[in-house]
């Protein structure tokens, strides 16, 4: 299904030309969304390069590292926006039941290949490490999106390097609407606003280091948005749409706002939730997405109010508070924009139709050594075991186990492919101190493709399998243990 090609350097210079052609006209405006334009939806085409690139983060140096960069084709339509000052890559902007074409290069000088989390595809454009591309050469993908409007994102999956890649800057967001989400009139343009949250650590010359501890992972000494350190959105005096990622390696954050603003969750990983809901703080963890209101309708100008990660208790170098980013409001607009009750609604699943509601898959995470096992295993090309089948669209019940008794640690599940629902959630006394310091911030409404397991916990999600037959993955989401092998395959069969 995929193709090899030698990489054409004449191409690259004709991206070169089009991208300096934007930068006069519609490159700066392209910044904001300029809200959902009428002439979509439709198709979406582009050239997707992953090269060496290098970015003021801090001051003084600039920071060398790596960079998606994107044009589209054959005319700019805004399907690309550009996140200015930024390593990571342009935002894709695709719509429900259309198709996405990507001419994707690795320039890198490693072998690499890109996967769309969140998105239901087929197996061959699922970004497999099987086919991961040298560097040099292309892969064309051309799939339908599915999924239904919501925030996804790309980044690179190569067998052991997927961390590297995208701590050395390859990320992007993936964002898809869809016509229920349009009748919705939801804050867009300038209102609507992806924050990718990330960590490093810098040398005296402003360079990336990575160095992950061996078990749990890389905890960077400054926290990252949108490419950016002591990040400060200028903010005016309305309600914003934040779409907020967590690009981390490892980290995982317990998201408020320092004055006491409520985090109003309007969607997670899947899309839209059927209603906004209030938490008094939201855990993120790698992979995880999550949609917020901000109402800032009711701040004086002048203030800063910071997004912070709170304190919590956790082993696994994890829970050290710390400040993310800063709003500032320095301006006031008046005209009141109602909050949306009601947003969308999609048929939930029943656990009662499940194929296998009294003997559901089970998938321990536990160690061996120094690894990580999921289902009792490491990471294999080809591997997959019995309880790694189902047939296609098929409604199962798959619960994840972390009760093991030697570095417990907490671990993002993800799997490829599909927005499953969660059912419920168990913790052993043992762990259910730590576990009180987070457990309001966990979010089991909407659908979801990445969760947190906290130690001692047991989680079990209701699965339907996707359309498409072949093989997906499934693995924890801190990068590190990802690469360590912590991932597994899983085989839909027809
Ligand atoms: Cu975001 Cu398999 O990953
Ligand atoms: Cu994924
Ligand atoms: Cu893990």
Redesign the pocket.
């Given at each position: 299904m995929f193709q090899f090609s030698l990489y054409l350097h004449k191409c690259l210079i004709s991206v070169a030309t089009v991208v300096v052609s934007f930068g006069i006209s519609g490159f700066a405006q392209a910044q904001f969304w300029n809200g959902l334009p009428s002439d979509l939806p439709r198709d979406v085409s582009i050239d997707l390069v992953q090269a060496p690139s290098s970015n003021q983060i801090l001051s003084g140096n600039a920071t060398t590292g790596l960079s998606y960069t994107g044009t589209e084709l054959p005319v700019n339509t805004g399907a690309l926006v550009p996140i200015r000052n930024s390593y990571l890559g342009p935002t894709i902007r695709a719509w429900q039941g259309y198709n996405l074409s990507v001419h994707f290069v690795n320039q890198i000088g490693a072998p690499s290949i890109t996967?769309w989390?969140?998105l239901d595809v087929p197996a061959s454009m699922d970004?497999h490490p099987e086919a991961a591309i040298p560097s040099g050469s292309v892969f064309n993908y051309s799939f339908k999106v599915l999924n239904r409007a919501g925030t996804y994102?790309y980044?690179p999956?190569p067998d052991m390097a997927?961390a590297t890649q995208v701590y050395a800057g390859l990320a992007g967001f993936l964002i898809v609407h869809d016509r229920a989400e349009q009748k919705l009139n939801l804050p867009s343009g300038q209102f609507d606003v992806p924050l990718c949250i990330q960590d490093a650590t810098f040398d005296s010359g402003n360079q990336r280091i990575y160095n992950p501890s061996m078990m749990p992972g890389f905890f960077g000494s400054t926290i990252l948005v949108n490419g950016q350190a002591n990040y400060i959105h200028s903010s005016v005096t309305k309600v914003y749409r934040l779409r907020l990622l967590n690009g981390s390696v490892s980290r995982i954050y317990k998201l408020a706002f320092s004055d006491g603003t409520p985090m109003v969750a309007i969607g997670t990983d899947g899309g839209l939730l059927d209603k906004p809901k209030t938490y008094p703080y939201i855990i993120l963890s790698p992979?995880e997405r999550v949609e917020v209101w901000a109402d800032f309708r009711n701040k004086t100008v002048g203030s800063q109010i910071t997004l912070q990660s709170l304190a919590f208790s956790s082993n696994g170098g994890q829970g050290a508070a710390v400040n993310i980013m800063k709003f500032a409001i320095n301006r006031a607009v008046s005209g009141a924009r109602r909050f949306a009750e009601d947003l969308t609604n999609r048929e939930p699943y029943r656990l009662i139709d499940a194929i296998n509601i009294n003997n559901p898959k089970i998938y321990a995470i536990t160690t061996s050594g120094m690894d990580f096992l999921l289902n009792g295993g490491l990471f294999g090309m080809n591997t997959v075991a019995p309880n790694e089948i189902a047939k296609i669209n098929t409604l199962e019940v798959i619960s994840v186990t972390n009760t093991g008794t030697s570095m417990v640690m907490p671990h993002p599940i993800?799997f490829?492919g599909r927005q499953f629902q969660m059912l419920d959630r168990t913790v052993l006394p043992a762990n259910l101190a730590s576990w009180n310091t987070i457990k309001d911030g966990l979010m089991m409404t909407g659908w979801k493709d990445?969760f947190l397991i906290m130690p001692g916990e047991t989680v079990r999600i209701l699965v339907r399998h996707g359309n498409y037959p072949g093989k997906f993955?499934?693995?924890c989401?801190n990068l590190h243990h990802?690469d360590m092998g912590m991932?597994r395959n899983f085989r839909l069969d027809p």
């Open positions: 996967h989390h969140g970004g994102w980044h999956h997927t992979g993800h490829h990445t993955m499934y693995h989401h990802e991932m």
